[in-house]
């Protein structure tokens, strides 16, 4: 009876630490500060090489398109949702006419990989919510227009299959991206930098048309 | 569903009720048509097949080098574990090699992979167990919190949180940007930190062990018939793990544990998963601090999306995901494309073992085995 | 104005007051689960979500009430209101400041235990008339639940009825006047041994026979998808809430009251000190249900009546012996 007795306390007894031990790992989350990001007021801060909408680019140099409608994008596209028709000038080819059905998109980057003259790139924004399909079929000044409305993501296809190649001697000026380091055991803070925060320096031209904002595509190799 | 009620000698009814394809608990898409006296489920028949997407021809109309990004689909909660044996396999049966940065770096993505997956199971474990509006949505919320920073570093690494695209035949396809490791090391300490708090909320908590201590035993003998593997089959005391038995990708090169239990129940196969946190985070310190320099594919630059012509040949692969042994079983002809793929998905035969251990529980155990058996249905349909 | 529409006049303001602090708790109790949970409650509807609670109301006003064809037409339409009147009219005897209050009966304590049991009828009303196998089910299961956890709950309760000396809710008050060397204040829940542990009891049997995990089994929502409620809509899926989140309350004023000293408190001489004294002191004991609530997994049903029958009921009816023991002691009377 004794030894009943005493494994019934026991067993209580430990019920009681487990509840205290359960409620005070909720407790200290109570006082923790929440992780919401408070989307849309406050905006994350998106990684350099975010895969969003996909754009078309223009030459900064020349203001030219940099498509030439070679097709690779749309050979290499495993949904197939890239179709593109070929203009033939002088100099050099563009494309007549470039479709991108963003609703069956996978964002699988491929198209931006394989892309010779670093035409077709992502943004770093997803923001195409829509209530009519059929603004999601986007046509090619559309893509262009994308193309200058978001901050491009790091990835082109120059850069990409740069960075599988074997490692070339250091370059010279390669600054690395500011990721913000956080201290261990607190939530990283997502919302977007102040505005007064340096913007990390670059050493790839911009790839957008002159009247572009701000925001160029950062160095992101080691 | 129409309804069968059958009133048997000793007056007991018995009632077959629909567990549907859309159910808070299922897991995804996932039917049980369950046979129950009282309380206590007497029978079961599990109908699957409600996210069946054709992966298998899929995969004869794509190249090598599209498929990798489909591939994810699959298993989408550990999307790299799919691309893995994917990849695995065309290397395989067409030779190509893998230089050793880029093996390193698929076993980094495969542990991160499997933190990341084993925080669903958790929270969505303790979610089945405790309801949407109550202590287990408190679990659910803080792993999801735990994996959405890892997936900040998956975001990091490739641009997506989900489905990535990370392998591809020959290598993977991005390396480590800038930071980047200081920025996993600081993850890693506090997901491991993180871990600790859960088990305190769940380790020694009365409610929690008596809802899953004895519940949904799998014997040791039935686990090696039915084909189980990964969690199920180490809670159930064999001793099997891919890693170390056929090691694959350089794992031979880290030192870690594999975590055995012999009880063969729900809390055999948590305490399983939660050693497995651990050993996962202890690996990816290893590669971080070893990561050796080099190309990251073998196929560099144009070549990464130039065609993959495969010679004739047939070869399986497999890869130990966070749900069991997941392979990918390859024949090829000489061209672009595959002949033939089939998958071995882990939840497929992870998810037969049910019929045996389900009657004779309650109908409260069917959530918890179901969540303690962690089935994803992408893979299970396929 | 003769003394029945006085009365009247009362009861129907104390109604209104009752069902607007019903709503607003569910916003008290989702702000606090959320913050527990690292995140924000309702934000967006009115400055930090003050006005989600009017949202929702207006929200379930407007939404359509689908009857199922094959539904017991009576029992499911009389189940809301049937399960929605006890759990209001408990409130009837709720003293919540010396002389405000419905109506102080001399046995309140014995009417609120016995009218709030009133309301596994409606519930097992819902689940039957429903016309589904998980709402019977959840029904069955509450039923069960329920009964259990009705006794221990009742001779908890009684802890401090007999430590008092009667059922009247405002003579319980009064006798936990005054402080023990001028500090701690002579509530039940301080008295040593026999109050602390008549006021877990008390906790733990509310939770059970509120449906409030760790034993929400009627409802959990991963298997019974809702349980009795699954088949209403609209107003009378609002007035079930209602009904819940009221019994919540009141069951929490109740503890208040029989632990914690009711309306006592410094400046408890005006009658609004005190009344505010009771809300505080009944709002923290549902936070400390909500807290308990939000971090624990269910039991599931034979382990929960398990441990009411083999646990709770023992244990309380041992409280009540020392407790009437203890007073026979001191003299008989009421301390």
Known sequence: MASEQASFLGETGQLVRAVGRAMGVTFKNLLRRPITVRYPTVKRVYPDRFRGILALTYDPQTGEENCIGCRLCEYICPPQVIKVEMLKAEKRNFAKTFTLELYACEFCELCVQVCPTDAIIMMKSFDLATADRRELLLDKDRLHALGLQFDPSWATGNRLRDMQAPPKPAKAAAAPAAEATVPAQSPPDRRAPAAGAAAPAHNSPDRRAPEASAGAPTANTE | MPETLEIGYGGSERLTMNMGPQHPSAHGVFRAILTLEGETVVGVDAVIGYLHRCHEKLAETLTYVQYPSIASKTDYVAAMTAELAYVSAVELVGKIEVPRRAQWLRVLAAELQRVASHCLWLGTWCMDMGGALGGGATVFLYAIREREDVLDLFEALTGARLLYGFHQPGGTRYDLPAGWTEQCRTTLDRVEQRIGEYEAMLEDNPFFLVRTQGVGVISRELAQEIGVSGPLLRGSGIDHDLRKAAPYSSYEHFQFRVPVETAGDCFARYRVRMVEFRESIRIARQVLDGLPEGPISSRPGVKSVGQVRVPKGEGYARVEGARGEVGCYLVADGGPKPYRLKWRGASFSNLSVLPHILPGVKVADVVAIMGSVDPVFGEVDR | ?335
């Not at chain 3, 602090?21 to 995140?39: D, H, I």
């Not at chain 3, 049937?82 to 009837?92: H, M």
């Not at chain 3, 059970?208 to 929502?221: H, K, Q, S, Y």
Request: glycine letters at 8%; charged letters at 10%.
């Open chain 3, 1 to 335: 104005m003769t003394p029945l529409a006085y009365d009247a006049l009362v009861g129907f303001i104390v109604l209104n007051v009752v069902i607007g602090m019903v709503t607003y708790v569910t916003l008290l109790e989702r702000k606090f689960a959320a913050r527990m949970q690292s995140r924000i409650g309702p934000y967006y509807v009115g400055p930090h979500g003050l006005l989600q609670p009017i949202a929702d109301a207006i929200k379930l006003f407007i939404k359509e009430d689908v009857v199922p064809r094959a539904a017991d037409r009576w029992v499911y339409n009389l189940a809301p209101i049937v399960f929605l009147l006890p759990c209001v009219l408990i409130f009837a005897t709720l003293p919540f400041a010396p002389g405000l209050g419905v109506a102080d009966l001399n046995i309140g304590v014995l009417f609120f235990l016995a009218v709030s049991s009133l309301e596994i009828v409606g519930l097992f009303m819902g689940g039957w008339g429903s016309n589904n196998k998980y709402a019977l089910l959840s029904a069955m299961r509450a039923v069960n639940q329920i009964i259990s956890y009705d006794l221990p709950f009742v001779f908890a309760a009684f802890v401090p009825v007999v430590l008092a000396g009667s059922l009247q809710m405002s003579v319980i008050v009064t006798a936990q006047q005054g402080a023990w060397l001028g500090i701690v204040p002579k509530w039940f829940v301080f008295y040593p041994v026999i109050g602390q542990l008549a006021f877990v009891a008390f906790l733990i049997a509310t939770l059970a026979a509120e449906n409030r995990v760790p034993f929400d089994i009627l409802e959990a929502e991963s298997e019974l998808v809702a349980g009795f409620r699954v088949e209403y809509s609209g107003m009378k899926f609002a007035l079930i809430q209602l009904g819940e989140y009221a019994h919540m309350i009141g069951t929490s004023f109740l503890a208040a009251l029989l632990f914690l000293g009711g309306w006592l408190g410094p400046g408890s001489d005006h009658v609004l000190v005190g009344a505010l004294w009771f809300l505080l002191k009944a709002m923290f004991i549902f936070l400390v249900v909500t807290w308990v609530r939000w971090s624990f997994v269910r039991i599931r049903a034979d382990q929960i009546l398990a441990i009411s029958w083999k646990l709770l009921m023992p244990a309380s009816i041992v409280l009540l012996l020392a407790a009437a023991f203890w007073v026979a002691a001191r003299g008989g009377h009421g301390v």
